[in-house]
């Protein structure tokens, strides 16, 4: 099963979904009508106990946001327990708030002040008597504080008990817990870093390459790789800021990183009568700053005795915790099948979800997920087909997305032999992602469809109701000399219209063009010489601009007439701004620190200020040496993409 998501990170893959869809349900009904069940044999979920006086929930309090808690409330509703939001101020009109029974606002956007607050979150238990609390993932889901609180005021938590998430959730003590267990641990060292000074000792000791993180983190979140010294401190540095931010603590350990990894994750179920299975693997090898963009099931690379021995590795991890709940144990697997203990996330995993609607704002304070993209086949080339069609007709419109990007990972000759490690980005795109490159027979395709679409536009102008707008005699065959400009390049184009099909020269080249032309579609359906393809417009103007997603790549083209095309070298061009002496903010962020004032030396590669977005933080660097002429940020502001942050004269 393929599937990736739509979204500003995620996307995932799974075949074995019936027997892990089914477990999964009960599980999750277990979990929340406190049913019980046990496992019988290593294969899968055979028979279940049900105590029928043991009553369900009545109001159950999600403490968390988007996809997750509308996916918890969807479950709730079905088994008629009644449901509580939460959220910060900014969340005031998100889907979750709208789906639940009640919702209570926890604070400002910030999340150390409204989903990491637990003095503001059991205050908002108290005074809607809830009975249990669901903290789906990231945020609260893996904080034994939480977990003792909700206990001693006598409020259910849906997910492991206070010992495994203190285990689990602690990455140090996991790690030891883990070698007890005989598992399979990487190198490194396993206390707390105090400083950036012993952060570089410790780092010398173990042998460059490392990687630093925190200790409660997840997600990504709180993680950087050094490869020397001025790296380890600028890694300490972010590393401890960000996971203070995301799960309010920052304490940080290093080990040694497993160069060119794959990361395979084992997912596990366990009860509370000391059963547990494991439930075969994802692969989460492609990933963009330790965050995961596609997973797959089964795992390309896996061979079926290690497969067990990973799995058996999980299982005993479980049991030495006394784990009881669905988790996920996470592996680095290197280049002869060596698998280490990476981590293991004592909570829910990721499913298809989507948190956001029409009229959603996807605020710069959480995680960029706008959705998640699942497709599944009788083998993997079909459902990687299925993934590159659901992909071409996925419509997101007011916001970046990364859909180029997942369609153009899984249609690479790598990806598709299974070459694959968590470098792949960096070393497919060591420039960074600059959409997908034409080829020659894509590019006349692309240029046929703007110019049919161009037609279309002006026959329908032409007429209104159905009728001419103006009583003009018809010629027989309408016909249009363009010139379509793409890049840099401008193209002859000699478009025709025969009933309900173009013929279309581009180059010298014909071509047949047939599709669905209802301008008013999110996406047409375009047929150039029996190759089908689903197109976006996106945008259009009078001018001649047209804006076209296709292949998954948005591409701008301007087509006019020959003479409109000629008269155009005579308008005056805009005067192109010097970007080297403006630094403007790459996308809407929250300013942590500006580290330069008017007047101030700088030399090209300096860091200037730091932006913190989707809770990561980026350091921002000055494009050339020069002196600061002003600065038009300060710490704590947020500002928008495109913003001027620093001048240089």
């Known amino acids: 099963m393929m599937a990736a998501a739509a979204s500003l990170w995620r996307a995932g893959v799974w075949q074995q979904r019936q027997q892990r869809g ?80 009640e919702a209570v606002c926890v604070g400002p956007a910030p999340t150390s ?63 030891l817990l883990a070698k007890n267990a005989k598992v399979n641990t990487i ?21 460059y390459p490392v990687m630093i993180k925190a200790s409660a983190g997840g997600g990504g979140k709180g993680m950087r790789i050094a490869w020397d010294d001025e790296e380890t401190r600028e ?14 603590d920052d304490r940080l350990l290093i080990e040694k990183f497993i160069d060119n990894p794959r990361h395979i994750e084992i997912q596990v179920l366990a009860d509370k009568h000391g059963n547990a299975l494991w439930l075969n693997e994802r692969e989460c090898s492609i990933q963009r700053r330790n965050q995961k963009v596609i997973e797959e099931a089964p795992s390309t690379f896996l061979d079926p005795e290690t497969r067990r021995a990973m799995g058996e590795q999980a ?33 829910l995993q990721v499913r298809v979800d989507s948190g956001v ?40 419109r007011g916001v970046a997305h990364n859909i180029a990007l997942l369609r153009e990972v899984i249609i690479h000759p790598r990806f598709v032999q299974g070459d694959v490690n968590t470098k ?28 049919s679409l161009y037609v279309t536009e002006q026959l329908r102008s032409q007429r209104f109701m159905g009728t001419p707008r103006v009583s003009v005699v018809q010629p027989d065959v309408n016909k249009w000399e363009l010139s379509v400009q793409l890049g840099e390049t401008a193209h002859s184009v000699t478009a025709s219209c025969q009933g309900s099909t173009f013929l279309v020269e581009v180059d010298g080249i014909k071509l047949s063009v047939t599709g669905e032309w209802n301008l008013a579609s999110a996406f047409l359906s375009v047929n150039v010489d029996g190759v089908q393809r689903t197109v976006q417009c996106l945008a259009r103007d009078a001018g001649g601009n047209l804006t076209i997603q296709f292949l998954g790549t948005v591409y701008k083209l301007r087509i006019l007439t020959n003479l409109a095309a000629e008269l155009s070298k005579y308008m005056p061009e805009k005067v192109v701004e010097d970007s080297t002496s403006i630094l403007r903010s790459p996308m809407p962020g929250a300013v ?58």
């Not at 950036?196 to 042998?207: K, L, P, S, T, Y």
């Not at 090209?604 to 600061?628: F, H, P």
């Not at 002429?629 to 942050?645: F, R, W």
Request: proline share 3%; aromatic share 8%; hydrophobic share 40%.
């Open 22 to 101: 089914t477990v999964e349900r009960l599980f999750q009904a277990r979990t929340l009508s406190k049913w019980r069940w046990y496992l019988v044999t290593s294969c899968g979920l055979h028979s279940t106990v049900f105590d029928p006086n043991e009553k369900p929930f009545e109001k159950l309090l999600i403490a968390n946001r988007g996809e997750i808690a509308c996916r918890v409330i969807k479950t709730c509703k079905k088994m008629g327990i009644k449901t509580v939001a939460i959220h910060s101020d900014v969340d005031c009109n998100a889907v979750h708030v709208k789906m639940a029974d």
């Open 113 to 175: 002040k409204s989903y990491l607050n637990m003095d503001a979150i059991m205050e908002a238990i108290k005074k809607t008597r809830a009975q249990a609390v669901h903290p789906g993932y990231g945020f609260l889901s893996e904080n034994k504080e939480f977990s003792r609180r909700l206990a001693s005021e006598g409020v259910a938590f849906i997910g492991p008990d206070m010992h495994a998430i203190q285990a689990m959730g602690d990455k140090i003590e996991s790690k």
């Open 187 to 207: 190198p490194g060292f396993d206390g707390v870093v105090k400083d950036a000074d012993e952060a570089v000792r410790i780092a010398r000791e173990i042998g």
């Open 235 to 248: 890694g300490f540095r972010f590393s401890s800021q960000e996971a203070a931010s995301s799960f309010g």
């Open 315 to 347: 299982i005993a991890l479980a049991k030495a915790v006394k784990y009881s709940s669905a988790g996920t144990v996470e592996f680095l697997m290197d280049s002869t099948k060596k698998f280490y203990f990476l981590e293991m996330n004592t909570r």
């Open 357 to 396: 609607q029409q009229g959603s704002e996807i605020s710069i304070y959480y995680d960029p997920m706008i959705s998640k993209l699942i497709t599944y086949g009788s083998n993997r080339a079909e459902a990687l087909q299925r993934m590159e069609e659901a992909l071409d007709s996925y419509v997101i």
């Open 424 to 451: 792949f980005l960096p070393d497919v795109y060591p420039d960074g992602f600059k959409g997908h490159t034409l080829k020659d027979s894509e590019k006349r395709e692309l240029l046929v469809t703007a110019a």
């Open 592 to 649: 942590v620190a500006v580290s330069v004032k008017p007047g101030d030396m700088v030399v090209e590669g300096q860091e200037v200020c730091v932006i913190e977005a989707m809770k990561m933080q980026n350091s921002l660097v000055a494009a050339k040496t020069g002196k600061v002429k002003a600065v038009h940020c300060k710490a704590g502001e947020t500002v928008g993409e495109g913003d001027e942050l620093v001048e240089l004269e």
